[in-house]
């Protein structure tokens, strides 16, 4: 099963609220697990990436949260601000990344000023 | 180029014509993916290119949908007798392959496809 799930479809957080966004895998074969931020009219960027190794990463205000016995893993905005209104991928791998990524739905963030 | 550079930005056809679609990557990165967005949606994996190795077609939807890269830089994508439901946002990525912490994925803007 190479499904990732993504809750919520849409998030609406007022500026400086902590913004978090869930993701399941079932495939226990993936190995690398990235998120992705997409402003309209742009391409999806890099946002912070995590392997099964390891239960959490921080990157600033970003904190990937990796739950491997639930095969969950999370995206938390800490301090959220208007700039970081956009559409919010999570994405599984296998080959430490080497493969194509399975994405999740997206999550369309919202931050109000 | 700095960036993964995708052509037309836009694209409107008309029903049942062929298209091709264009996308060159980051100089140096053997990795070559291209994925189609619809409205609202995630991300569909189409095709994959790695080095000189055979393509990952496994996410081509049918066989009216064909991708090459030559020389192992550009790739074009093609949609044969397009339909209405190949409307769409057509990216392209590319990475250096080599796996690990550092295989980040560069995205283009995408080619914006309407089948008219």
């Known amino acids: 099963q190479q499904q990732v799930k993504q809750s919520p479809q849409s998030l609406i957080v007022q500026k400086g609220g902590i913004s978090i966004i869930n993701c399941a895998y079932e495939?226990?074969?993936?190995?690398?697990f990235p998120w992705y931020q997409q402003f309209p009219g742009k391409g999806p960027a890099l946002l912070i990436a995590?392997?099964?190794?390891?239960s959490e990463k921080k990157e600033g205000r970003f904190t990937i949260s990796f739950n491997k016995s639930a095969k969950q893993f999370s995206l938390h905005i800490m301090d959220s601000q208007p700039g970081d209104s956009a559409t919010y991928f999570c994405a599984a791998s296998t080959g430490t990344g080497r493969r194509a990524l399975t994405f999740g739905s997206g999550t369309r963030l919202q931050v109000q000023p | 180029g700095a960036g993964v550079s995708q052509s037309p930005s836009n694209k409107v056809t008309e029903k049942g014509k062929d298209v091709e679609l264009r996308c060159d990557p980051i100089s140096g990165h053997t990795a070559l993916y291209w994925y189609r967005q619809s409205l609202g949606q995630g991300l569909e994996f189409l095709i994959y290119f790695q080095g000189n190795s055979a393509p990952d077609k496994s996410g081509l939807p049918s066989d009216r949908f064909s991708a090459e890269r030559t020389g192992g830089s550009v790739s074009t994508l093609t949609i044969q007798r397009t339909q209405q439901e190949d409307s769409a946002v057509y990216l392209c990525?590319?990475?250096f392959g080599t796996g690990g912490m550092n295989t980040e994925a560069f995205f283009g803007q995408g080619t914006r496809l309407t089948v008219v």
């Open positions: 495939n226990t074969a993936f190995d690398y």
């Open positions: 995590i392997r099964p190794d390891v």
């Open positions: 990525a590319s990475s």
